[in-house]
Structure formats: C-alpha cells, structure tokens
C-alpha cells in the first residue's frame, strides 16, 4: 500500500485534513493497475482556470522530477500522484498533493 509505516502515519494524516484526496488502491481504480495512488478532482469556473491549472500543475512536475496521471476536462481536472519506481503512495506524492492544492487556491481565489 504506502511505502512504510511513517508514510502511513502522514498520508493518514494528510487525508484527515484534506477529505477531498483519496486513496485508491490498485484492486479498485482506473488509472494504475499495478499500485495505490492519490487522486482528487478539481473543478474550475472557466476552461482558462482548468488548464492553467493544469499547465501550473506541470511546470511544478518538472520542477521536482515527479510527474502526475493528470486529466484535463470541461471545467475539471483529475490528478494522480503515485511513484511508480515504489508502486506506492510516498511522501513525496503527499508533498506533490499539498503542493496541488496550493496551486488550485491559489487560481480559484483570484
């Protein structure tokens, strides 16, 4: 499931307080037959918010080496982070998440 047992602590952590993420585990998703992952959909007011979203989303991606199964809608956006080198959800897929969310208020407050 997740990489160890203080990735457990924190990804549970990380889920009390962000109910919108969830855990989906490799028997029940749709993205990524071989592992966990962390999924959340966004939804935006406008196609320019959903896709400046995306390319945001991206550029941090790049940034960190770490890239998302990301899927850009009409007015929504669904991402996943999972490491796929650890089949797992890891720390540095909680961090990515918290960084996601960061990005999304920070477009959707504008």
């Not at 991402?79 to 960084?99: F, G, N, P, Q, Y």
Request: aromatic share 10%; hydrophobic share 35%.
């Amino acid at each position: 499931m997740v990489e160890n047992n203080n990735t457990t602590k924190i990804l549970q952590s990380f889920l009390d307080a962000n109910s919108k993420w969830k855990v989906i585990s490799s028997d029940n998703q749709k993205f990524l037959s071989s592992h966990d992952q962390l999924m959340r959909e966004y939804e935006f007011s406008s196609d320019k918010n959903t896709y400046e979203f995306a390319y945001a989303i991206l550029v941090q991606a790049e940034e960190h080496n770490h890239h998302p199964t990301l899927i850009a809608e009409w007015h929504k956006v669904t991402l996943v982070w999972s490491t796929h080198s650890h089949r797992t959800v890891t720390e540095l897929d909680i961090e990515m998440a918290k960084l996601s969310d960061e990005i999304y208020q920070k477009i959707v407050k504008r």
